[in-house]
């Protein structure tokens, strides 16, 4: 964020930009205007999120009365006359990603603006496949490549990204990141969990018509709590560990790809005598919300815990008062799990860093994650075997 303003910045001082538009998650609109202002103060900058009634109009004000636009991928979906009115010289997308799909509508939304320069941003650009890269390459290059690129051999793509990558690997900031001490914690299900982890089995044994997806997320979901009464012995263990975090003045962010644990992690801290200071950050909350989350965790001594979820927080935030980084669960993409550690290992991180990840001894995220780990299976792969294999022979190597 900080090169790129920096970049943009010395553009504008030399004549070569007049309007920059910004895309980026939700999520990360206030970040970036926030990060304008110390980077760019001389800037005028505005965010633009208008509603499809005045978007025109809104539209229209906003790139006559400012350098720099900022906006969000939902708002490019469809096309927008004022960028063909006045035409863009640079547009920054943040996590670039996001466009990696071309027969997504964001993607296509991007193709309709035209502008001089397009820096694409991102820490994971190629997501599932070569797909991924050749669609960025057609959105840098659109007379010279084509999505159908995605056919070329690998060191076509990887010779073709070359020139227009700049790479920043940790290897070169070493010196400016922290150290990190990453563990991962063994945790026994408590006896009501292994009832209901058992009584998920027999069910599924029973059952004529056997359904894999909906028994294997199940199982998965009670590794995190047991529905019923709410047990969960990952959630006691990690709240022990956020007391002592607590004592020790220091601040914890939480993960989890689902809502239910953060949402019953929350009620726990609160019933703690004394109770302990924490902000749920879901996509359930408005970007209002969301923002002044972030701000009460960053500004609030008493605020020790941020709960995260990390489907909307594993991207762009810096959250680097914290020191340390929990996963209820983790999701079965490494890069995903990845960025959402690195809100807290990043340059400014001043800590050591404990990351801590949280597994269910003899249950399906154990066996899944050694599988994983050992690099046999992907989690696609793993659904896709789930929903049709008739014999349900991979679920019963998994319940094992």
């Not at 996001?98 to 820490?123: C, E, H, N, P, V």
């Not at 990887?158 to 700049?166: H, T």
């Amino acid at each position: 964020t900080a090169q790129a303003l920096s970049a943009a910045r010395r553009l504008f001082r030399k004549g070569l930009v007049s309007k920059c538009l910004i895309i980026a998650p939700g999520t990360l609109l206030a970040n970036w205007e926030r990060e304008a202002m110390l980077w760019a103060p001389e800037l005028i900058t505005k965010v633009v999120r208008p509603s499809l009634k005045d978007r025109e109009e809104t539209w229209a004000k906003a790139l006559k009365d400012a350098n720099v636009v900022i906006t969000s991928y939902e708002q490019i979906r469809n096309k927008i006359q004022a960028f063909e009115d006045s035409p863009l010289q640079l547009v920054i997308a943040d996590e670039a990603h996001r466009l990696r799909k071309s027969s997504a509508q964001a993607t296509k939304g991007f193709r309709k603006i035209r502008t001089d320069r397009f820096w694409a941003l991102s820490g994971t650009p190629i997501e599932n496949s070569p797909e991924d890269i050749a669609t960025l390459l057609s959105l840098l290059y659109p007379k010279k490549f084509s999505p159908r690129n995605k056919n070329d051999r690998l060191s076509t793509l990887r010779s073709a990204l070359q020139p227009v990558m700049l790479r920043r690997t940790k290897s070169q900031v070493l010196d400016d990141l922290p150290a990190v001490i990453e563990s991962t914690e063994d945790i026994m299900l408590n006896s009501a969990q292994e009832v209901a982890y058992k009584k998920v089995i027999d069910e599924f044994r029973l059952s004529p018509k056997k359904s894999f997806l909906p028994v294997f997320q199940k199982l998965l979901s009670i590794c995190d709590y047991e529905d019923e009464g709410k047990h969960s012995a990952k959630l006691d263990r990690i709240t022990q560990i956020l007391i002592e975090i607590n004592s020790s003045k220091e601040k914890a962010v939480v993960f989890s790809y689902t809502l239910e644990p953060l949402k019953l992690l929350e009620e726990r801290l609160k019933q703690l005598e004394p109770a302990l200071n924490s902000v749920l950050f879901t996509g359930e909350k408005s970007q209002e919300e969301r923002d002044r989350l972030i701000r009460d965790f960053k500004t609030d001594t008493n605020c020790s815990v941020f709960l995260a979820s990390s489907r909307i927080a594993s991207e762009g935030l810096t959250l680097t008062e914290a020191n340390h980084v929990l996963f209820i669960n983790r999701w079965w993409n490494p890069s995903s799990n990845q960025q959402a550690r690195d809100r807290v290992v990043r340059i400014g991180q001043e800590q050591v860093v404990y990351v801590r990840n949280f597994v269910t001894q003899g249950t399906v995220e154990s066996r899944v994650s050694q599988l994983l780990g050992e690099k046999l299976i992907t989690f696609d792969e793993l659904i896709t075997s789930l929903e049709n294999n008739p014999s349900g022979d991979l679920l019963e190597v998994l319940i094992s």
